[in-house]
């Protein structure tokens, strides 16, 4: 993530800012942010950037997804599940991401995603999209979409319960809804 952060910050973010001087970044850096910081820099101390908050821990993240025209996902190595794309999915946010930082979601360019490498085409994504009100909302609508079809706990129940079925062909395995 402190590559992330590098990326955006010295790479993507001076782009942004040139044509849109007003524009705000929040920055969810999860606890211990200075620590991890300095481990992994020659830097004590988190740049202090231009229209930038960096934050710690967030318990609750929706209202940040809710005051967000856009988000951005720089993740240069993926390591996880992206789980930060399947939130902004699900608020009906057009997402700007890294190939590595939405890899496995099955997210099509230009059409649940807004997909950039290159810290020129990145900022030029946030800044088209920033732009572009309608373009924004028929991405963020598609992804809300997918993510309600593909990635509700329904879904991934039955994914799981086919992968048991290959793995254990011989066990019948049912999955039953819960009660409470």
């Not at 209202?63 to 599940?81: C, D, H, I, K, M």
């Not at 807004?114 to 900022?123: K, L, S, V, Y």
């Not at 909302?137 to 079925?165: C, K, M, P, Y």
Request: with cysteine; glycine share 6%; net charge neutral.
């Amino acid at each position: 993530n402190v590559v992330a952060f590098r990326f955006l910050i010295e790479e993507v973010w001076p782009i942004v800012l040139r044509e849109r001087p007003d524009a705000q970044l929040a920055v969810v850096a999860g606890p211990d942010a200075e620590l991890h910081w300095a481990r992994h820099t020659s830097s004590a101390a988190i740049p202090d950037t231009p229209n930038t908050r960096v934050l710690g821990f967030v318990s609750d993240v929706r209202p940040l997804y809710r005051e967000a025209n856009l988000v951005v996902v720089p993740t240069r190595v993926s390591a996880g599940t992206n789980l930060k794309v399947l939130e902004a999915m699900a608020m009906m946010r057009a997402v700007v991401s890294t190939s590595s930082g939405c890899a496995g979601l099955g997210l099509e360019h230009g059409q649940s995603v807004w997909i950039a490498d290159a810290a020129d085409q990145f900022g030029s994504a946030v800044l088209a999209l920033l732009h572009d009100e309608q373009l924004r909302a028929r991405i963020a609508r598609e992804a809300r979409r997918i993510v309600e079809s593909q990635f509700g706990w329904e879904q991934i129940g039955a994914r799981q319960r086919d992968l048991w079925n290959e793995l254990l062909p011989r066990l019948e395995i049912r999955i039953r809804k819960g009660t409470a």
